[in-house]
């Protein structure tokens, strides 16, 4: 399969439906196929375990619903509806890898007519097991679904530069502006240094992809999540794409990943480290 594929698990609460929106966005801007999938989980659905037939043709007939609203909005979108058995986390990363150019869509939190918020319950499980990247959005996040400003911060790890792959591939698509925010922390000549360096690596891709940007250092002194997340919304950003990095420098130890989640009141990217299949290839 040579197309691109958006994963939006649903759990048809208003944070998924959310979520859903903001697919149909991408999906238009990319051409890729998108598949609405909700996940059975076992010991949580009383009438699925009794095997309550009406229970299940509910749930498709709700997804055939959601689908019909997608169409409305890209008719010209593949999109197929997916019911699934076992874990969350696991049966959407392992239906992932079986599309070229996945990426999964998500909302963070949430209730559910059908099971009790488990969206918001599996996204830290989700984004740790991943090997494909996640748009992951925050129960009720209101923001413009037209891409206009993607923010980047690059830091001293390693791998920071990986995420301008997806950073300039959605801001030619959605003709949007990177700024690439360099983030001196901790704050002194030899991090100014590398991180000057980074950014220009950055900007380089950005040019030869043909996307505007900006080049922007930030000084972070403490607070860190709070002052990226701050100078983003100054920014006026409407997503940040963040590595999934073992660094304490930046996003990924687990206190700063869920301060992130549970605070961002803008959609996250966030990429595996590693070499992954994505909508950036």
Same mark, same amino acid.
């Given at each position: &399969? ?14 998924? /439906? ?9 999906? +238009? ?28 043709? =509910? +749930? ?23 019911? $699934?058995?076992?874990?969350?986390? %696991?049966?959407?990363? =392992? ?9 999964? @869509? ?19 499980? $989700? ?28 830091? /001293? ?5 990986? =995420? ?13 502006? @990177? %700024? ?35 080049? @922007?250092? +930030?000084? @972070? ?17 409407? +997503? ?11 996003? %990924?130890?687990?206190?700063? &990943? ?20 994505? /909508?950036?290839?």
């Amino acid at each position: &399969m040579n197309n691109k594929n958006i994963i939006v698990g649903v759990d048809f609460s208003n944070t998924s /439906l959310n979520a859903m929106r903001h697919a149909v966005s991408l999906a +238009l801007k990319t051409g890729a196929d998108m598949h609405l999938v909700w996940v059975k989980t076992p010991g949580i659905s009383k009438n699925a375990e009794k095997g309550d037939d009406n229970y299940i043709q =509910k +749930l498709q007939s709700t997804l055939e619903e959601w689908k019909d609203m997608c169409r409305m909005e890209s008719p010209e979108t593949e999109i197929n509806t997916i019911i $699934l058995q076992g874990k969350v986390h %696991t049966e959407l990363n =392992k239906y992932a890898t079986n599309f070229s150019n996945p990426i999964i @869509v998500m909302g963070s939190h949430g209730s559910s007519g059908f099971e009790e918020g488990y969206i918001g319950n599996n996204v830290n499980r $989700l984004i740790k097991d991943s090997k494909v990247p996640i748009l992951i959005m925050r129960e009720n996040i209101e923001i413009k679904r037209d891409l206009h400003n993607i923010y980047a911060p690059i830091d /001293l790890s390693f791998e920071t530069l990986q =995420k301008m792959r997806y950073a300039t591939y959605l801001g030619k698509r959605f003709a949007a502006k @990177v %700024t690439i925010a360099g983030i001196y922390y901790p704050n002194n000549a030899e991090t100014r240094h590398i991180i000057n360096v980074q950014m220009r690596h950055a900007s380089d891709m950005c040019e030869d992809a043909n996307v505007r940007h900006e080049m @922007v250092p +930030l000084t @972070v002194q403490k607070d860190y999540v709070q002052t990226l997340l701050s100078h983003a919304h100054e920014m006026d950003a409407n +997503l940040i794409v963040i590595m999934r990095e073992e660094s304490e420098t930046n996003f %990924t130890s687990s206190s700063n &990943m869920n301060e992130i989640l549970s605070t961002s009141k803008m959609p996250l990217l966030i990429i595996p480290n590693i070499q992954s299949v994505g /909508l950036g290839r």
